[in-house]
């Protein structure tokens, strides 16, 4: 009830909001755009809160709002203010459920379904020849590669039966959406983790001897200052520096408290040969990592890494993919970043009406239907921007 009323509360104060497609009908036009043009008039506005409150009053055991509710259904203009609600409220359990891909890897945007291709050049960016008096500027080479993918849809239907719906007083609307947003979110975080995970940890794809830092150290300050070293180690085509402004720390929950007692300490306290001499000497200093790492805890970590403890164990160390050498790249079609439910179209149809009413369920069995899609794909890119440990020790 509590997400209920704060949807009604993001309606009565919003004047302009981007929403997803949903409720669209197998003939026609579609629902969507009949929902764009009316919702830019004051008076779509204000149905659209009337109806939510309607719903409000529903879900909350109102008889004369439920019987309200069933008559509205049969008019032709209600069911359009209700797929707009419940859409509202998928894109709130979409933007609320936690991420952390889009932090570390790129985000894109491809035009269709076809395979498409991330162009990149290398080289051409070491220091400048000196050039004598009268003397010929000599040619610098240019390598050239390509990263291609493509997306895909993913998504499920779901079903429920109108006596579910009379029964339970609208109560499966309450869950649903949020169901919806949920998975879609969640479809992105698991898509996005595989890139650079797989069943033995660190993917092989992305990962290999030179990002790889030496002995798969477990998560220690330390360790994190061997990875510093490393991922500051690489260079490019020229043999050139390159450089991160921004350090992305990524763990799985075993690893959370590990790193947090890591970054918010106050103080480090390190023992080693710390100026070159023929003994180990200790040195405390103040925790300058804390300003350099964001920590990301990502949940698909140890679902995805199944071999022994490397879903516990493993970690990362990735560039800002802002640095336009990123690690990877998630992608989704233009014009449908964000999830979109579909309502199948009823073809049920009462004796002496002349509209459809979508809460009728279809004819055979009275079940009413939805469908969510997502559409999204991606590809490794850059091994130099980012390095791995699967916290094995060997």
């Known amino acids: 009830m509590a997400k209920f009323l704060e949807t009604i509360e993001k309606i009565e104060v919003a004047q302009k909001e981007s ?24 008076q779509y506005k204000k149905e659209l809160t009337e109806a939510a409150k309607l719903l409000q009053g529903v879900m909350g055991g109102s008889s004369w709002a439920k019987a309200t509710f069933e008559e509205a259904m049969t008019t032709s203009d209600f069911p359009l203010l209700f797929g707009d609600i419940i859409d509202r409220q998928i894109l709130t ?50 390598s050239e590669g390509d990263y291609t993918y493509q997306v895909a849809k993913y998504g499920n239907r779901f079903n429920f039966s109108w006596e579910t719906m009379i029964n339970d007083d609208l109560g499966a609307f309450q869950d649903v959406p949020a169901k919806f947003g949920r998975a879609a979110r969640r479809t992105e975080e698991r898509f996005a983790t595989s890139l650079f995970v797989d069943a033995d940890g660190p993917h092989t794809d992305l990962f290999d001897a030179a990002n790889t830092i030496d002995d798969n150290p477990e998560l220690s300050i330390e360790a994190l200052q061997e990875a510093f070293q490393l991922i500051n180690e690489q260079t490019d085509e020229d043999g050139e520096p390159i450089v991160f402004d921004k350090i992305h720390l990524v763990v799985p929950p075993a690893l959370e408290i590990t790193a947090q007692n890591i970054l918010n300490s106050t103080q480090l306290e390190i023992t080693g040969n710390l100026g070159g001499g023929s003994s180990d000497q200790k040195l405390i200093t103040a925790n300058w990592i ?17 071999a022994g403890t490397v879903g516990q164990d493993s970690w990362f160390l990735f560039g800002d993919p802002q640095n336009n050498r990123p ?44 469908k969510v899609r997502h559409i999204l794909g991606g590809t490794q890119m850059s091994p130099k921007a980012v390095v791995a440990s699967d916290g094995s020790g060997s």
């Open 290 to 306: 804390r300003n350099r790492v964001e920590l990301h805890v990502n949940h698909y970590i140890p679902i995805i890494g199944t």
């Open 93 to 142: 359990g979409y933007e609320e459920t936690p991420r952390t891909w889009n932090n570390y890897i790129r985000e894109g945007t491809v035009p269709d379904f076809r395979q498409v291709k991330r162009h990149y050049i290398d080289g051409g960016e070491g220091t400048l020849d000196e050039v004598g008096e009268k003397g010929e500027y000599k040619e610098r080479s240019i």
């Open 19 to 42: 929403i997803s497609n949903i409720v669209n009908k197998s003939d026609g036009m579609p629902m969507s755009q009949i929902r764009r043009m009316n919702k830019k008039s004051d």
């Open 327 to 370: 690690a990877a790249e998630v992608g989704f079609l233009q014009g449908y970043r964000d999830p979109q439910v579909f309502m199948k179209a009823p073809n049920a149809m009462l004796v002496g009406q002349n509209n459809q009413d979508p809460m009728l369920g279809d004819f055979e069995s009275d079940n009413i239907q939805y």
